[in-house]
């Protein structure tokens, strides 16, 4: 497995160890993200790990801001990227297995570094269960692809 991982300025430590956690698993981790505390844009960041995602040149990305919700929305804006911000495990694991989520996020003024190792351990591991939960991700995509929903006006 390989993902990519970005941060801002905030995120430096956190996404070092992070990084170090996915490795010690024999994951291969790609760093898009800022080493240095000095103050950065985040939008850059998400897009960097969206594209890679996207591209297929990843299996997946991790993002880490303050909250993680910035750098989630401007990775969102990538085609074809679902992600999602996550405080606990239990969100991570199931937005894999029922939103097929490819990159997820968390902030690191929000979590401590034990949360966000299971966080990622829970969304790594997970795995899409399709059915139901396919029809679903195939109504995000045709919202994205064509900013409507025929499902919506059907009731």
Not at 85 to 105: Q, R
Not at 121 to 146: C, P, S, Y
Request: hydrophobic letters at 40%; proline letters at 1%; aromatic letters at 4%.
């Amino acid at each position: 497995m390989k993902l990519a991982i970005g941060n801002d300025h905030s995120a430096v430590e956190m996404k070092k160890e992070i990084t170090a956690h996915l490795e010690a698993q024999g994951i291969e981790v790609v760093n898009v993200g800022v080493d240095t505390t000095d103050s950065c844009h985040y939008p850059v960041m998400g897009y960097r790990v969206a594209r890679m995602v996207a591209d297929g040149e990843v299996d997946g990305g991790i993002l880490i801001c303050g909250t993680g919700v910035g750098i989630s929305l401007a990775a969102n804006k990538v085609k074809g990227i679902r992600a999602c911000v996550c405080s606990e495990p239990y969100t991570a694991k199931l937005s894999k297995m029922h939103n097929n989520t490819n990159i997820i996020a968390f902030g690191a003024r929000v979590i401590g570094i034990e949360t966000a190792k299971m966080i990622v351990d829970e969304w790594v591991n997970a795995k899409f269960e399709g059915g139901r939960h396919g029809t679903r991700v195939d109504m995000l995509t045709e919202i994205q692809d064509t900013q409507d929903l025929k499902a919506a006006h059907e009731g």
